[in-house]
């Protein structure tokens, strides 16, 4: 006899958490506002405003200083302009959520 099929009612909860976290995802953590053109940072994975980092890099570079990551708990503190990719699968995440919540308006 063997039991390690124990049932502790974990299991389910985890997909709830996902649909939520990628509904926070689609706010860009410089500007506080839903992306339009999301890049992800390949180094640490996080995504950004395509404007808002580039101006945030440079401005950093600018001045000779190192631009960290501005996600809240990231620990990636030398971000360079080259680490950043196109999020394409987010960008149109973000266009289907918001054609949904828009009226004809074209
Ligand atoms: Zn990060």
Do not use: W
């Not at 389910?12 to 992306?35: H, K, R, Y």
């Not at 940072?41 to 501005?70: F, L, Q």
């Amino acid at each position: 006899m063997h039991a390690d099929r124990e049932n502790d009612g974990t299991e389910g909860i985890d997909e709830d958490m996902i649909v939520t976290q990628s509904q926070t995802n689609f706010i860009c953590p410089i500007t506080q506002l839903e992306m339009k053109k999301p890049v992800k940072n390949k180094v640490c994975g996080h995504t950004y405003e395509e404007e808002a980092i580039v101006r945030m890099i440079e401005s950093k570079h600018k001045r000779k200083k190192k631009a960290c990551c501005p996600k809240i708990g990231c620990s990636h503190t030398d971000m360079k302009m080259s680490d950043l990719i196109p999020d394409e699968a987010l960008r149109r995440a973000i266009e289907s959520h918001n054609k949904k919540k828009k009226r004809h308006s074209e």
